[in-house]
């Protein structure tokens, strides 16, 4: 059975640190491309990153270019999303997912096949 469970998130200041991990089963994050995506509250879902299955490109929003990683670990069997330097306007819930998008579909979370359950990050002081 396949399963992404997300866990990481949390209530953090303006400015501070988190890191998400998107734990995989039942299929290896290698042959996948892993992307995360963000919901707040009252706002549409929003892409936030993409790591490229066969490889290890890596593509970001502008919003968050500079101030987040994403990256896999393959033993693990997991792909994490660090995030730095966070805003009030980095709130939302962060979900995972995994497909076989090509390039120019990566921001498109109606081709990804499976979903991980969201972590709830809040930034605020």
């Known amino acids: 059975e396949v399963q992404l469970q997300a866990s990481g998130g949390g209530l953090v200041q303006p400015g501070g640190t988190l890191r998400l991990s998107c734990a995989a089963s039942?299929?290896?994050?290698?042959?996948?491309?892993i992307s995360w995506f963000r919901q707040a509250p009252g706002k549409q879902r929003e892409w936030v990153s993409t790591?490229?299955?066969?490889?290890?490109?890596?593509y970001y929003a502008d919003s968050v270019k500079g101030r987040f990683t994403i990256s896999r670990d393959n033993a693990k069997n997991t792909a994490y999303l660090q995030m730095n330097n966070l805003k009030s306007e980095d709130t939302a819930t962060y979900s995972c997912?995994?497909?076989?998008?090509?390039?120019?579909?990566?921001?498109?979370?109606?081709?990804?096949?499976?979903w991980g359950q969201g972590t709830q990050v809040t930034v605020s002081s």
């Open positions: 997912a995994r497909g076989r998008p090509i390039l120019s579909a990566i921001r498109n979370a109606e081709i990804y096949y499976d």
């Open positions: 790591i490229r299955h066969g490889g290890s490109a890596t």
């Open positions: 039942g299929f290896t994050v290698s042959g996948y491309t």
